[in-house]
């Protein structure tokens, strides 16, 4: 990897674009928007939400660059289209350019553009959920009505399901139907299985399940933009109400009588335990502690979406080495997920993630961003160690983490593992599904809630 580029772009009060080579210091004389304009200025006439990221561009003064690219693209099909369309949003750009405003906030504004990744450029025109729309319609319909005909507890309902109003990303179970729907593909076959189908939905229980048990741990006051389950119920309640989501879930695990797949999806929840009580726990010296985060972030989060990918391989019966990319493919896609909620835990508002910021340092938690930031300021080990209980350590160490480039490494660790999960997709039959699961990676990366 020596000498490679890529483009990262971090957020918060120090918002910049920066280049990162490894082995070598940014090369600022090399220009790093000529491929992504000349994506953005050509998806023009496809993508109003693509225009305005390209007016997003211009604002931060590349317009001339983008009109340069725009008049020299070979597509002559699209270029009186592309030029139509792009022509006034140029002008506009052109005479706002060098006015403050559009220096504010460059990190969030271009969150959104989509990364570069070998195969999927030419997919944005692919929305995931678009795919997918009719198996994931009745998705959290049929959740619901499992978990309520299981119990006749009536004060248990609205518990159980206060977290299933489908207002959640649902990115758990849309990865495991498009894995299932890439896979059956690849082996010939057009027909999502209902096994493959309640495995969707065990994905978004057993989620949703952890989800209540974190907020008792957490003692959480707000998530997804509305009061924590444990505000509204008691924690005892919201605990047991967390144990029923997993047995009903298990349940439905056990009418698929699927020996493999019984045991691959088990092990989440035996993960998300062991997950849990890692993050109650920290490591003296740096080296552990990366070790430790990364082992406790693949516990936590990595292991749902690997281990439910696998299980859709496995119920298409393909070979084990197309059942271990799945696999692979899930687990980097979790870590990269987890980076990246990590990242925006400083540098996205609390109304655009749905929960305060620098949650995770009020827990007590050091997080890649912290972790990297300590390479830099070494002071922040011993709030590390006494879990950023002292007054003013949360502030600080927030401040720390922005002064450093922390942010900027841990974005780049996310996008290693979203160029892996590509790799890995180059192994299945193209499809509609392959290409929603490599846009999927880029939603991943880009994502600001």
């Not at 005479?95 to 553009?113: H, V």
């Not at 335990?273 to 990364?294: C, D, I, P």
């Not at 393909?318 to 400083?346: P, T």
Request: charged share 25%; net charge positive; glycine share 6%.
């Amino acid at each position: 990897m020596e000498g490679r580029s890529v483009t990262l772009v971090s957020g918060g009060g120090n918002e910049r674009i920066v280049g990162r080579s490894v082995g070598k210091e940014p090369d600022s004389s090399v220009s790093r928007w000529s491929p992504l304009t000349t994506v953005l200025a050509m998806a023009c006439i496809a993508s109003g939400r693509l225009c305005a990221r390209a007016e997003k561009l211009c604002q931060f003064g590349h317009f001339a660059q983008l009109r340069r690219e725009v008049t020299t693209t070979t597509c002559a099909k699209s270029r009186l289209a592309v030029g139509r369309t792009c022509g006034a949003l140029l002008q506009r750009c052109q005479s706002k350019a060098n006015t403050p405003d559009c220096r504010i906030g460059l990190a969030r504004a271009t969150s959104t553009m989509q990364t570069q990744m070998p195969g999927s450029r030419s997919d944005y025109q692919i929305d995931p959920y678009r795919v997918i729309e009719d198996d994931l319609k009745d998705l959290f319909e049929n959740i619901r009505k499992e978990l309520i005909n299981a119990t006749t507890q009536k004060d248990l309902h609205p518990l159980v399901v206060y977290y299933m109003d489908g207002q959640g990303k649902a990115l758990r179970p849309m990865l495991s139907i498009l894995m299932a729907r890439a896979i059956n593909y690849h082996k010939g076959s057009d027909v999502l299985s209902y096994s493959q189908q309640r495995i969707a939905m065990i994905s978004e229980m057993v989620h949703v399940a952890s989800l209540l048990h974190d907020d008792v741990i957490d003692q959480s006051n707000f998530r997804r933009g509305k009061p924590s389950v444990n505000i509204v119920w008691s924690q005892k309640k919201v605990a047991v109400a967390g144990d029923f989501i997993l047995a009903v879930a298990c349940m439905i695990l056990a009418r698929i009588q699927n020996d493999d797949v019984t045991i691959t999806m088990n092990q989440i929840i035996t993960d998300l335990v062991q997950g849990e009580f890692m993050q109650l726990g920290s490591k003296e010296t740096e080296n552990e502690r990366f070790a430790h985060y990364f082992s406790k972030t693949y516990l936590k989060t990595g292991s749902l979406m690997a281990n439910c990918t696998k299980s859709v391989a496995l119920l298409a019966e393909v070979d084990d080495h197309l059942i271990e990319m799945a696999y692979q493919y899930g687990r980097n896609v979790g870590l990269a997920f987890q980076l990246v909620d990590d990242l925006l835990d400083f540098v996205a508002s609390a109304e655009a993630i749905g929960k305060p910021a620098a949650a995770d340092l009020k827990l007590g938690l050091a997080t890649a961003p912290v972790l990297f930031a300590c390479e830099r300021y070494p002071e922040l080990n011993a709030m590390i160690m006494r879990r950023f209980q002292e007054p003013g350590d949360v502030e600080k160490a927030f401040e720390l983490v922005h002064k450093s480039n922390g942010l900027e490494q841990t974005k780049f660790m996310a996008k290693k593992h979203c160029v892996e999960a590509t790799r890995i997709l180059q192994s299945f039959v193209k499809s509609p599904y392959q290409k929603a699961l490599l846009v999927l990676v880029d939603l991943v990366l880009n994502r600001m809630k």
